[in-house]
């Protein structure tokens, strides 16, 4: 238990230096750390759409690689997310619709740069993965 502990204590160090300054103590990173893994593959996927429609963002993929790294030391990264395929892709779907009705954007497709700010004013989990241009 002690070595999982130290691995995971590893991880998050290793993590932080990854994600390019982020503090993985920053509340909307500990927000996404702590999603369960459809949430987080969802957050992540809108995060992206407003990195790729809006010039303003782009989509953090350090720390992207660094999260991933921790989760997986916690059983919900990447290696977790291929049995999950079909919970993370319904998900996604009920995300966006949420996304879009919060924001009053189409996804995909939409003008996302005024979403992804109020996401950034909000500090939400999306947020975190979106660094100003």
Do not use: W
């Not at 503090?23 to 909307?28: E, G, I, Q, Y």
């Amino acid at each position: 238990m002690m070595t999982r502990g130290l691995m995971f204590g590893a991880a998050l160090t290793l993590a932080a230096c990854a994600a390019g300054g982020r503090s993985l103590d920053d509340p909307a990173v500990q927000k996404l750390f702590a999603m369960s893994t459809p949430q987080y593959y969802a957050s992540l996927n809108i995060a992206n759409q407003i990195a790729q429609s809006c010039p303003r963002y782009t989509y953090d993929a350090g720390l992207d690689s660094a999260l991933n790294e921790a989760r997986n030391e916690v059983g919900r990264g990447s290696l977790a997310a291929i049995s999950q395929r079909n919970a993370i892709e319904l998900e996604t779907d009920v995300a966006q619709r949420s996304f879009a009705v919060k924001h009053d954007v189409e996804i995909p497709g939409g003008d996302l740069c005024a979403a992804g700010d109020a996401e950034i004013l909000e500090g939400s989990a999306i947020s975190a993965m979106l660094v100003p241009a």
